[in-house]
């Protein structure tokens, strides 16, 4: 979830309008600093402000739409956020279904490596990278 100071210059470059695309059940951003300026700029989110719930979205209140379809996940990992958190009993048995999963036909790429490095530092002035 984007900082609400990050929405705001984002759309702040706007010509005409914005589409802002989330998830009202996902969390805010993570704050650290115990101010209260800092709770009301970076410890909410878009939604929150705009009092966009998942309710809210499924009945298209302050111009929200409830998208059915997961496509992230793979179907067998979803079903929990499906059925636990968005609640499919309660807005339809179909409400929230899975997209297409190519990924299932993904073999593992042989000519791919992962990378591991030493936290030894940069060669221009030694000093750990962190």
Known sequence: MAPLPLVYIATSLADSSVTLIGDPK??????????????????????????????????????????????RMH??????????????DQY???????????????EPLPESSVEFSRKQGCRCCNSPIS
């Open 75 to 88: 179907p067998q990992i979803s079903v929990i956020a499906i059925k636990h958190v968005y609640g499919k």
């Open 26 to 71: 996902q969390l805010a951003p993570i704050v650290t600093a115990d101010t209260p300026i800092a709770k009301k700029w970076l410890g909410r989110d878009l939604f929150g402000v705009r009092g966009i719930s998942l309710d809210a979205a499924v009945e298209g209140i302050n111009h929200s739409v409830m998208l059915d379809i997961q496509s």
């Open 92 to 106: 339809g048995k179909d409400r929230l279904k899975n997209g297409n999963h190519k990924s299932e036909k993904i």
